[in-house]
């Protein structure tokens, strides 16, 4: 590996360690991942927003092979390279979120959630058909999680939405143990309403026990000035329990534990509640239409 590294990338590189899916090394005292290639998506798109943030923000960088190609072949497995500028296992925050997507990339893009999720549930409805009875947590919430789900998608097709919008800077997903690293890959980012990624702070918040959360709110109410549209998207969004399908997909392809879903299911009631708090939060500032079932649990804040 060290000999394919330095060959195809034309860097000296003393050693080098393998961390689950990438290798580590330095190079002039600068660190360096390569990262197996996944399914990342357009991975030409990928690497021009990159080439726009690279100056403006502290996103890893995206390292061409000698033959100025993004993605190398060794051994017939797929590799890219990031150079990494910030190696900080800090965990994020609501305002580090906002500054990326503030970066000068945007795209004009036709983006459907509602389409979407219901894509995403067709699939994972046929995995668990398919294996559910190796997983019984799973056959157990599945129906819950699919219900917030079918909710979230028709809050979604209420909203107007705005054909002209700007998508900005987010992630494909914001995991619960994510760091500022994390948040600063370039294999994790897509363009989508710049409230995607807020909402996925919010839930992650509840689970990582963010107690400052609200005040993080506060602020990006008082500041950011979205419009009754991007709340609305926001609602929809919460209502949709990405982190539970995230897991879901650990277990059935990546063959994690199933245990690792039992601190959700066992939090749901307070969810619920925490959920009814960000609604009322928002609805203090925008006109927005009921969440019915969740009403019961809205508390001023």
């Known amino acids: 590996m060290k000999n394919f590294i330095e060959y195809f990338y034309n860097v000296k590189i003393d050693n080098i360690t393998m961390e689950d899916k990438f290798y580590t090394f330095y190079s002039n005292d600068s660190l360096y991942k390569l990262y197996v290639y996944e399914d990342y998506g357009d991975i030409n798109l990928i690497y021009n927003i990159n080439r726009k943030m690279i100056n403006n923000t502290l996103v890893s960088e995206i390292i061409v092979n000698k033959d100025n190609e993004i993605v190398s072949i060794y051994n017939g ?8 500028y910030v190696n900080i296992k800090n965990d994020i925050s609501l305002k580090e979120i906002v500054l990326l997507s503030k970066s000068d990339a945007t795209g004009d893009l036709n983006i459907n ?9 067709d699939y994972l409805e046929n995995l668990i058909n398919e294996n559910g009875k ?9 129906n819950y999680f699919v219900g917030l789900a079918e909710n979230a998608i028709s809050y979604y097709n209420m909203i107007e939405i705005n054909k002209g919008y700007q998508y900005v800077i987010s992630h494909k997903e914001i995991r619960f143990n994510d760091t500022l690293e994390d948040l600063y890959n370039p294999l994790n980012i897509i363009y989508d309403y710049r409230v995607r990624d807020v909402a996925e702070y919010i839930k992650r918040a509840f689970f990582v ?27 929809a969004r919460l209502l949709y329990p990405s982190f539970y399908f995230e897991m879901y997909n650990d277990i059935l392809i990546d063959n994690a534990e199933e245990k690792i879903l039992i ?10 509640t925490y959920l009814g708090n960000v609604i009322g939060f928002v609805a203090h500032y925008y006109n927005l239409e009921e969440i019915e ?9």
């Open 77 to 84: 497995v797929k590799y890219i390279l990031l150079k990494i």
């Open 113 to 121: 959630w509602g389409s979407l999720w219901e894509k995403k549930i």
């Open 134 to 142: 190796k997983y019984p947590l799973i056959v157990d919430s599945f």
């Open 209 to 235: 026990n963010n107690k400052f959360i609200w005040e993080e709110l506060k602020v990006f109410f008082r500041d950011a000035m979205i419009t009754v549209f991007e709340a609305k998207l926001l609602i």
């Open 263 to 272: 601190d959700i299911i066992s939090r749901i009631d307070d969810y619920e």
């Open 293 to 301: 079932w969740l009403k019961k649990n809205h508390s001023n804040i």
